[in-house]
């Protein structure tokens, strides 16, 4: 079976690389390739380094102040020669990026089948987030195989009139991050070269070591928060380290100018707020492990950390991962200066409602969530696992 792996920001990556590994084990029975669109360039290719993977196609579409108009007519340009080279009997795509779209679209024009890994997340809010909550629903209705990462994301695609070939077998990031961990636990060298990064930038929290410190990660870079809600995720920010004192702030502030630019505007010079230049995969994973609890208008971070035991509080007014809500580790606290101030330092402050969200059972897996999809993906193509 020849397998086409298509996608383009390093969220996708992380998800996709862990079935992309497990696949190397099967390659007598299964030949893939890897087309990346790279509208996250730089970012894209800091997983991929890390991970010692080498993309065959490269469409290149990244450009400055690039529109969804850009990345979506190019890249389904740009792939059809892809396919065209290549002839994949199926086509891998992962969440909600316009990638994911470009990679299903392509798969569908070419009569070939796709597979939508983490299917099924909705926000029930089109333009929340935006354009992802879309995407994924197209992606939804182009595809031939879902793996849903839990009941609920199955029931989702059971309302759309999905009926048949949806697969409950957790989150890909899952397997990402641990194997992240493992890699970092085992590797003298990088350990110490990323805890010297950290104590080289924010000397003031990594030197000093004062266990007294609440580490929040704040990470926030999502379209619907441009304007308006970040100037309201500043003040809160501002407002957390006024009113806490062993309150402390990282945050790694994404490329986009729509983003850089607020952040640095009202965060430069605030004390205890502290705004690096965007992690690579390790470091944050490091950084995530260290930390007392997550701020973010993100999504694979709402899965990653509680299987950390950090608490996570969602800066948006909707979110598609519903699941860590209810099971407890993840509140959803909107983009509301008052609302996240006052969440973030209960959660410093009340030790009872931190534990219960730190110690509640994460929803989104075991780990072995890719072994899962390709023995599925096997089972179903009539292939025999030797």
Not at 95 to 108: E, K, N, R, T
Not at 150 to 164: D, P, S, V, Y
Not at 206 to 222: G, M, P, Q, S, W
Not at 240 to 249: L, S, T, W
């Amino acid at each position: 079976m020849k397998v086409l792996f298509v996608f383009g920001t390093r969220p996708e990556a992380i998800k996709l690389i862990p079935v992309i590994k497990k696949m190397d084990n099967f390659h007598s029975q299964i030949e893939y390739r890897i087309c990346i669109t790279s509208q996250h360039r730089e970012m894209l290719w800091q997983i991929l380094n890390f991970f010692k993977i080498h993309p065959d196609y490269d469409l290149k579409i990244m450009k400055q102040n690039q529109s969804l108009f850009d990345i979506t007519s190019q890249g389904l340009k740009k792939i059809e020669k892809v396919y065209e080279e290549y002839k994949p009997d199926m086509v891998i795509v992962q969440g909600d990026a316009s990638s994911a779209f470009i990679g299903a679209l392509g798969g569908f024009y070419k009569k070939v089948k796709v597979a939508h890994i983490e299917a099924g997340l909705r926000s029930y809010d089109r333009y929340a987030p935006f354009p992802e909550e879309m995407n994924r629903i197209l992606v939804s209705h182009l595809s031939n195989f879902y793996f849903a990462p839990t009941e609920q994301a199955r029931l989702n695609l059971l309302n759309e009139g999905i009926k048949e070939k949806i697969f409950i077998v957790g989150n890909t990031v899952i397997d990402a991050l641990l194997l992240t961990l493992s890699i970092i636990e085992n590797d003298d060298k990088l350990r110490e070269e990323i805890s010297g990064y950290f104590k080289k930038v924010i000397p003031d929290i990594f030197e000093r070591n004062d266990k007294n410190l609440k580490l929040i990660l704040v990470t926030a870079h999502r379209r619907e928060s441009f304007g308006e809600p970040f100037e309201e995720i500043c003040n809160a920010l501002i407002d957390i380290v006024k009113n806490n004192k062993y309150a402390r702030i990282i945050y790694p502030v994404h490329l986009n100018p729509n983003v850089s630019g607020p952040v640095f505007k009202f965060l430069k010079n605030i004390p205890n707020i502290h705004l690096i230049t965007p992690l690579d995969y390790p470091y944050l994973v490091w950084l995530m492990h260290k930390a007392c609890f997550v701020l973010t208008d993100s999504g694979g971070i709402q899965e990653e950390a509680p299987s950390l035991g950090k608490p996570v509080l969602v800066m948006r007014e909707v979110t598609e991962r519903v699941e860590g809500i209810s099971a407890g580790t993840a509140k959803l606290v909107g983009a509301r200066r008052e609302n996240i101030a006052r969440e973030s330092l209960d959660l410093i402050e009340n030790v009872d409602n931190y534990n219960n969200m730190s110690k509640a059972i994460s929803p989104y897996g075991d780990g072995k969530s890719a072994e899962k999809i390709v023995r599925i993906l096997m089972e179903e193509n009539n292939l025999v696992r030797i």
